[in-house]
């Protein structure tokens, strides 16, 4: 028995809404029919009973695959199971192949042709001329190809079909596979695909011209990825990996929940309570001790301690006295490229104060690009972060081109 929903007003609504022009007479027999159909399933009546609700057309042709191929082996285990399926649309030289064969490669995607498909299915069920039936009648040679060609490899859980030129046929396709489709249109401008074909670009125009009177070009307002192929490779690529991974990882919404719901220890719950109060109540501003200029003297040292060993001298350097890190990082034991002069050293005993200023000979064009990096760095430690107060004074911290002092 197959069921448009568990509730009967239900069913006999959505029985209702695939019908054109609806008379009262055929209402209450809609009605009377479906509460005698839940009667006879309350009853016992049938051995299997399939509930349809929003589900598409493959799903529930799957349920019922599932359910009747333990019986007979004449019915195909499933359709389509857990099969998913990306078809790619699009103009003349747009890039779908391109598409097809980098998912293909990348991530592990069958590439299969639309023609082919719908040739073999229409050779099985006697139809010589599938281009002239209707969109309908040749979306479900496509399933019925597709379902065939995953069916002998049952291995294959990804698959692209290309190329979409049919709007009907693409509008009955979404129809009848719902989420398990993803229609991707490969777009690029005019321009960009006559500099593409091999042939020039009359045999571009040529064929643009029957790909849009198919409907090629309205593809695109069924498409739920539209991909912009009017720039790199790389630009391309990188979109189709977000296309990809996004059906293997999939955006989660994390649940909320209360507290005291969730069967914590009294202490735990709490301490929880607690710090979701102090994090996400509004309080009074936090005065951090010194928080503004802590540390920035260290971080400039280092900082520019980097820039000299990777920009200045070419190499990084590690201290004598670790010989075994020493002989792991430098197994050659080359010289440095350079050596720093230093130029002044100054201990303060009163204040506890070790200056010591030194400069680096290096090239011009090393000491103009350290100088663009130490620019840089100082325009980012300069700047005080709005939110934040300070208690105490700030603590010196010099740097420069040449050399540094702290």
Not at 39 to 61: F, K, M, P, S, Y
Not at 70 to 93: D, K, N, W, Y
């Amino acid at each position: 028995m197959l069921l448009h929903d568990d509730d009967p007003v239900i069913g006999t609504s959505r029985s209702l809404s695939h019908e054109r022009h609806v008379t009262p007479i055929y209402a209450d027999y809609q009605r009377h029919l479906h509460l005698q159909m839940h009667r006879l399933v309350d009853e016992g009546r049938w051995a299997e009973t399939v509930v349809i609700g929003e589900r598409r057309v493959v799903a529930v042709q799957d349920e019922l695959r599932r359910r009747l191929h333990p019986i007979t082996p004449l019915v195909p285990p499933g359709a389509l199971p857990g099969v998913r399926v990306v078809a790619l649309g699009g103009m003349s030289e747009s890039g779908k192949s391109t598409t097809g064969e980098y998912l293909r490669i990348r991530h592990g995607y069958a590439r299969l042709k639309i023609g082919h498909l719908i040739d073999d299915a229409a050779q099985r069920a006697g139809i010589a001329s599938p281009y002239e039936i209707p969109a309908v009648v040749r979306a479900e040679l496509l399933i019925d190809g597709l379902d065939r060609f995953c069916a002998a490899h049952h291995f294959l859980d990804r698959v692209t079909i290309e190329s979409l030129h049919d709007q009907d046929a693409t509008a009955e396709l979404r129809r009848k596979l719902g989420e398990q489709l993803t229609v991707v249109y490969v777009d690029a401008t005019p321009e960009v695909r006559a500099e593409r074909g091999t042939a020039g670009p009359e045999d571009v125009i040529e064929r643009d011209a029957v790909k849009a009177r198919r409907g090629a070009a309205g593809i695109a307002a069924l498409a739920q990825e539209i991909v912009d192929n009017n720039h790199s490779r790389l630009h391309l690529e990188r979109r189709l990996d977000g296309i990809a991974l996004a059906h293997r990882w999939p955006l989660r919404q994390p649940a909320t929940a209360p507290v005291n719901t969730l069967g914590l220890p009294v202490h735990l719950e709490s301490y929880l309570s607690a710090l979701l109060d102090r994090t996400t109540v509004q309080q009074h501003p936090l005065c951090w001790l010194d928080f503004q200029y802590a540390g920035r003297n260290t971080l400039a040292g280092e900082i520019a301690i980097l820039l000299w060993y990777l920009v200045g001298m070419g190499g990084w350097l590690v201290p004598t006295y670790q010989p075994d890190i020493y002989a792991h990082t430098l197994p050659l034991h080359l010289p440095p490229i350079t050596t720093p002069h230093l130029e002044h050293v100054d201990h303060d005993e009163r204040h506890r104060r070790l200056e010591v200023r030194y400069t680096w000979p290096v090239g011009a064009g090393r000491h103009a690009a350290i100088n663009r990096r130490l620019e840089r760095v100082h325009a980012d430690l300069a700047r005080p972060p709005a939110w934040t107060r300070t208690a105490s004074s700030p603590r010196s911290a010099t740097s420069s081109p040449c050399g540094s002092s702290v």
